[in-house]
């Protein structure tokens, strides 16, 4: 059937088409087939509008843990300060270089492992330019665990938030925060991935925190495994206006 509508002198045709003209002859003639394609169809269309689930990055499971500095081994640098839950606490660990005062300054500061940057921005305050970065690796009993990694005081930094990052790959460079301190690292490792910022929201425990230089030398080297795995993902509350993946 066709119509015709004059719309400033043009003419139309509207034609009607039969449901199935456009399927091949079997197909017209099978309406179990065509109910069969039709909840494929569904079914595809379900997949492919469903939303990415809830923590969706996935990293590899790390192979090793290096030092953040003079990689592999920390060549070249100390530790000035270590991992002090008790008062007065120090959450982490400071590296300078051994040639003393700035000499460090600028220096390379590398990812311990694969992983994914949660974070990287300045936050001001006491603590500048930061990069966290979380990791996925197999502990000894099978399990898939994950720690948080995190690079304080840093004069540049060379990643952003949601990238990728291999082990000894450069992530920023030693800073100062804008010359509040000595050239130095902070360097932190939490097992507590809900930390971000805010280091007084858990118990000043193992449970929560890695002594960093005793968690590397014991995860030196691991199993390669060829697979990524999902990270849990907004597990930050924000601060400063930085808000982390």
């Known amino acids: 059937m066709t119509s015709s509508s004059a719309g400033s002198g043009h003419f139309f045709h509207l034609r009607t088409v039969r449901l199935g003209s456009g399927l091949p002859e079997v197909l017209r003639l099978n309406p179990i087939w065509r109910s069969r394609i039709a909840a494929w169809i569904l079914a595809l269309l379900c997949v492919l509008c469903q ?29 000035a300060r270590g991992l002090r839950l008790r008062s007065p606490q120090h959450f982490g660990e400071d590296w300078n270089g051994r040639k003393g005062g700035n000499s460090d300054l600028g220096d390379p500061v590398y990812a311990v492992a694969d992983g994914i940057v949660t974070l990287a921005a300045n936050v001001h305050t006491g603590w500048g330019n ?47 925060n804008f010359g509040m301190y ?53 597990t930050y509350k924000d601060y400063n206006g930085a808000r982390g993946l």
């Open 51 to 79: 939303p990415a689930a809830a923590g969706g990055a996935k990293v590899n499971l790390a192979d090793g843990f290096d030092f953040p500095v003079g990689k592999p081994n920390a060549d070249g640098y100390y530790k």
């Open 130 to 176: 930061v990069v966290l970065t979380r990791h996925a690796y197999r502990d000894s009993s099978g399990q898939v665990k994950y720690i948080d990694t995190l690079n304080g005081h840093l004069h540049k930094i060379m990643v952003k938030t949601g990238q990728s990052v291999k082990r000894g790959q450069q992530i920023g460079t030693i800073g100062t």
């Open 182 to 234: 000595p050239a130095h690292l902070h360097f932190e490792m939490r097992h507590d991935i809900t930390i971000g910022m805010f280091r007084n929201n858990v118990p000043s425990n193992l449970t929560h925190w890695a002594d960093p230089t005793q968690f590397i030398n014991a995860h030196r080297r691991m199993n390669r495994e060829w697979r990524a795995v999902a990270v849990p993902t907004g």
